[in-house]
């Protein structure tokens, strides 16, 4: 039935596409057609250029001009009105790039600072480069009026990644009413072939923040699929060559952690020492290597803690640099989720201790021995990327509480990670690609190999795209720490088709997929659920132009549909629509967004293996969502998203209440000058009547549970586990508030400070069974499993760019959580605000100093 439903779908896009390419049907081609491409020449210089933002040697005025910059928003089309001038030259070691940007007054060239990668209320002048000219993959460099940098790399699979930092400089100057760029970047910071006479992919980009423009010499149509094959040509640069790209960035660092929580006989200050090094090596003109030695992670971002009801993971996010930076390769497909490398280890949580023993030390991280990244793009389009990072053995230290003694405990024995991706870039904006990813683990456990394969092939109009994806996972071996039991998912498959319509103001598609059963791709990457059918149709109607009062309008509207793959059962099925608008006049941002959803049956929740047999029955709903943002370049500006999904009755329980569920986020910020800011956001959320498990489960020692597992057909002195499973409704309220201050002292030193509280409250109101086939009888449990969580945090980040690529950075971090449970859990935020505040909290303050030392700088020079 899904597969005749998509292929209906199909045959319907197929038709209707077949029509609409007849000229008759096309509606406003030259909005969905590529503008002209423009053509820019580089000129040669034998002499120095003085890098100081004035453009006052003599040879700026020789080389060509580009100007004539095209709007790109808030109006697509029209020609600037203030001109930008930019000019191109060139050595043996560098790309030197001029721009002037013309504008009213002084006043109008507005310049906030900021840290490094980070966009404020500021114009910015970029370059754009696609050194292969391959229309996928490029390089952008920017900087602000205030000298800040930012760099990013383009690609299919990472889209625009500010992750990417590369080594370069820049001088920025405000003269009259005029402002002034001066880039240098070196060939060391970029990949291009070893061709004697060069062609790049060439655009400029301008934002005049005054009124909320930008500008592109080479025409960008925001109704044309891409952005990297919207840009115009480079010429003129000849007989450079690919230089050694050899760098070593050796690190130390120390620490100092004071855990008032630590165990006895441990000490609660601790210091420690560290020492590494990054190195890049320039196999050659396309290929890199990027290897990090004894990594040090320890001052990134504290993670987003948070009560977890559901009955998957939680996703957090990479903060880790090595593991953001040129990864645009080993992402595609959605094969990679980094936080795998270094994770919790795989028996953490299964340490056995005995009646007179005692946890004393379990790590909960896996420590890199390091990480190897080799990646690039030959000039026939080629992109071949491997990874590889090795992780150590870790051990558990448990205590005897009469002698003393200590034994370890193994929880992850020594593995390998490691990708392999070769994805070839074709013409009309197409790809196929091939990605293999691999865990091995050393002793008595598992390996795990994923293969999957995936395609873009669109038209030469490219106006029309086919995408599709297959990928097998195979996994061998036993579960860990056991010699006799085999591990799950041995084999497994998944596959998607998507047909779509993916340029002009109405873009549509239709999409197929399956997931097996034993689809499972969790040791590298990440997968909530597999075991589904999915189909879905979609589409979207865009407004690029203003009109009536607003800038532009953009809408989507789609209806899906998922089915268990085994047993073949019905899922879910979900009406989804929105739309977004900005004002014209005020540049403020609204929009809306609208689900859906018939009564769906979760097969999750209940947590039984193998799924199809228990399942809980959500009743039909419909969600209600919308947003307003103001207009950032105000010195105060706010964020306003809030949402209500309201439930039908469960008919099969006419006296159980109605579920509901609210949303509200007030984000207000406040820029004090062009230094100095603050950010404040508070997240609340509450789920009225949410029919859940259990958390934390039935424990057989508790003497109510015990009686419950007996009630629920399991046996406690056999062992046996309940048949059926204990369901609560539950009020479950959520609060998170993270306060931010940001200075800025200079475009390289930076001091930023981030706060965070999160509680979660969660009240039972009473307890049900739930049967096969998704029954529910009231349960006569009657222990208190009220429950709240508490998380606090503050990250202060001091970071001073003394020399590029070098940086000296000292972090200090608290943090503090508490878990109350039954008559201690309280619904009241300034009492759980207090409780953590008063909770002992873990203190480290550490300070790292990264030195960044080329070979091409370093070298002898000749003559």
């Known amino acids: 039935m899904p597969f005749f439903f998509f292929l209906l779908s199909l045959l319907c896009l197929v038709g209707k596409a077949t029509a609409q390419q007849q000229p008759a049907a096309a509606a406003s081609p030259a909005a969905a057609t590529l503008a002209p491409k423009k053509q820019m020449q580089a000129i040669r210089i034998t002499d120095a250029i003085k890098l100081d933002g004035l453009l006052d040697e003599a040879v700026w005025q020789q080389a060509p001009v580009a100007t004539q910059f095209i709007q790109n928003r808030p109006n697509p089309g029209p020609p600037e009105k203030h001109p930008t001038e930019v000019r191109i030259l060139y050595d043996d070691a560098n790309l030197y790039i ?37 229309k996928l993959n490029g390089y952008g460099f920017f900087v602000t009026t205030g000298g800040v940098q930012m760099d990013a790399r383009y690609s299919p699979a990472g889209g625009e990644d500010f992750n990417w930092n590369a080594v370069w400089d820049s001088r920025t100057s405000i003269r009259g009413t005029d402002w002034i760029a001066e880039m240098r970047i070196p060939y060391s910071a970029i990949r291009f072939s070893s061709l004697p006479e060069q062609q790049w992919g060439l655009n400029f980009m301008r934002q005049r923040k005054k009124e909320n423009q930008a500008f592109f010499w080479n025409e960008v149509k925001p109704a044309v699929d891409g952005f990297v094959n ?62 990090t030695l004894v990594p040090d992670f320890g001052q990134v971002q504290s993670d987003n803690q948070v009560l977890n009801l ?5 996703q957090f996010n990479e903060n880790r640099q090595f593991f953001t930076e040129g990864t645009e390769l080993f992402t595609k497909g959605n094969l990679f989720y980094s936080r795998r490398v270094g994770a919790t280890p795989i028996g953490f949580y299964d340490v056995a201790v005995g009646d007179k023993e005692k946890l004393v030390k379990n790590p909960s991280e896996t420590r890199l021995l390091n990480a190897t990244k080799v990646s690039g793009r030959t000039s026939k389009g080629l992109g071949i990327g491997v990874f590889n990072a090795l992780s150590n053995d870790v051990y558990a230290t448990v205590r005897n509480t009469e002698s003393g003694e200590e034994r370890e405990v193994l929880t992850q024995p020594f593995s390998n990670y490691s990708i392999l991706v070769l994805d070839q870039s074709l013409k009309n904006n197409s790809y196929v690609s091939l990605i293999n990813t691999n865990v091995t683990r050393a002793g008595r456990t598992y390996d795990a190999n994923v293969t999957g394969g995936l395609f873009r092939l669109a038209n030469k109009k490219n106006s029309y795209a086919v995408t599709g994806q297959v990928n097998y996972s195979r996994r061998r071996g036993n579960v860990f720490g056991s010699d ?33 059963n034993t689809y499972d791709p969790n040791d590298l990457g990440i997968l909530f659920s597999n075991n589904a059918i999915s189909q879905e149709v979609y589409g979207n109607y865009n407004i690029y132009k203003p009109f009536w009062k607003v800038n532009r309008l953009n809408t989507y509207f789609g209806v899906s549909h998922s089915l268990l793959y085994r047993p073949t059962l019905f899922q879910s099925a979900n009406f989804y629509s929105g739309a977004n608008t900005t004002f014209t006049k ?81 984000s207000p910020r406040y820029r004090v000058n062009n230094k100095l800011n603050f950010r404040y956001e508070a997240d609340w959320n509450l789920r009225q009547n949410q029919i859940g498990f259990v958390n934390g489960g039935l424990d057989s020692e508790e003497p109510l549970d015990s009686a419950m597992i007996r009630q629920l057909g399991g046996s406690v002195p056999l062992g046996l586990a309940p048949k059926d499973v204990l369901l609560g409704r539950r009020q479950v309220v959520t609060v998170s508030n993270v306060l931010s201050v940001g200075y800025t002292f200079t475009n390289r030193m930076s001091l930023t400070v981030r706060t965070r509280h999160y509680t979660s409250t969660v009240r039972y109101q009473d307890f049900a069974r739930l049967h096969p086939g998704g029954e529910e009888t009231p349960a006569d449990y009657r222990r208190n499993r009220d429950n709240t969580y508490n998380a606090f945090n503050v990250d202060a980040v001091y970071s001073w760019w003394f020399a590029p690529g070098s940086q000296v950075s000292i972090v200090w971090k608290n943090a503090g959580t508490n878990f109350l449970q039954a008559n201690e859990a309280t619904p009241l935020y300034f009492d759980n605000l207090s409780n953590t505040i008063n909770t002992p909290h873990n203190n480290n303050v550490s300070i790292k100093i990264l030195y960044y030392l080329d070979y091409l700088a370093l070298r002898p020079r000749r003559g």
């Open 484 to 516: 006799t039991v085999q591990i799950d998912n041995r084999d497994g498959y998944k596959y998607r088709l998507d047909v779509s319509k993916i340029s002009g103001n109405f873009t549509y598609g239709v999409a197929h997929g399956i997931e097996s």
């Open 98 to 134: 001029g721009a002037v940007m013309h504008d009213v007054s002084a006043d109008s060239i507005l310049r906030e600072l900021t840290p490094r990668d980070n966009f404020g209320n500021t114009d910015f002048f970029g370059i754009f480069l696609d050194t292969y000219q391959d």
């Open 586 to 666: 005020s540049f403020l941002s609204t929009g809306f967004n609208l689900n859906i959803d018939p009564r769906n049956n979760d097969y999750f929740e209940p947590r039984k293996e193998p799924l199809g047999e228990y399942y809980v029955r959500v009743p039909g709903s419909v969600n209600v969502g919308g947003y307003i943002s103001t207009d950032y370049r105000k010195k105060l500006a706010f964020d306003v998203n809030a949402g209500i999904r309201t439930y039908s009755r469960d008919e099969r329980l006419p006296a159980r209440p109605r579920r509901m569920g609210y949303g509200l986020t007030i």
């Open 310 to 314: 559901s009955p998957f993971e939680v």
């Open 230 to 291: 919207q840009w115009g040509t480079l010429t003129g640069v000849r007989d450079v060559k690919p230089p050694l790209r050899l760098s070593l960035t050796p690190y130390i660092s120390s620490y100092v952690n004071h855990n008032p929580l630590s165990e006895d006989g441990t000490r609660p200050t601790t210091t420690s020492f560290n020492g590494g090094a990054d190195i890049k090596w320039g196999i050659n003109e396309s290929f890199t290597l990027d290897a």
